[in-house]
Structure formats: C-alpha cells, structure tokens
C-alpha cells in the first residue's frame, strides 16, 4: 500500500501529551495511512500513540488523565481483538458446514438452518 508523504508529516508531528495531540486528518486516503503507520509502532510495542477523542498523541506517564485515556484505549483494542475472535470462531464452524455441504455430508437446508439466520441477525 502506498502511504502517502501527508501521512508521514503528520505523523512526525504527533506530540508528547494531549495538549500536542495532532488532529485525524480529514482526507480518508491520508487518515488511513497515518493509521497504519500508527498501527505499526504499536504493533512494535516501544512507544505508544493513542487515538482518543482530543486526537492523537504519546501519553505521559506522569499524567493521570493520559494514563487513563492510554487504559481506556488499550481496553478498547483489546474489546475489539475479542469481538473480532469471536467472530472468526463462528466463521470457521461456518465454514467448515459449508465444506461438509459441498462433501454431501450435510443438506442446504441444515447449512442455512432453515433460513433462521435471517431472524436472528441483529443489525
């Protein structure tokens, strides 16, 4: 994926503490490599920029408030990395009925259970 050179500026520029956070750039292309790039350094674990509400920056360790918002991110994240696990738990087994479908080990009808998927689906 090519990052553009707007992301890699603004990233030079995220500060130290909330009050230099940068602000999540407007253009989609630019926001979604500056994530990534954000993304990266986390993955890497030597420094951590979060991305709250007052924009993105390096938390303090010395400032309550910016240790709370980096608790409460790293609790988001790992929400998510649980949601999403779920999920692909439930997408194997699918998966796996679909296999024993095309195998003739399993009927269309016992696959999509009868259709009941469809009522169940919450959004």
């Not at 699918?94 to 689906?121: I, V």
């Amino acid at each position: 994926m090519k990052r553009n050179w707007e992301a890699h500026e603004l990233f030079r520029h995220i500060g130290i503490g909330r009050e230099n956070a940068i602000q999540r750039p407007s253009d989609r292309s630019t926001d979604r490599a500056l994530r990534k790039l954000i993304s990266e350094t986390n993955e890497e674990g030597k420094v951590v920029i979060i991305n709250v509400g007052n924009g993105i920056y390096i938390p303090r360790p010395w400032v309550d408030a910016e240790m709370q918002e980096l608790n409460e991110y790293v609790n988001k994240e790992k929400s998510r990395a649980k949601q999403i696990f779920r999920k692909a738990v439930k997408m194997r087994k699918a998966a796996d009925n679909l296999q024993q479908f095309r195998n003739g080990q399993l009927s269309l009808d016992d696959y999509l259970g009868g259709g009941a998927w469809r009522e169940t689906t919450s959004k």
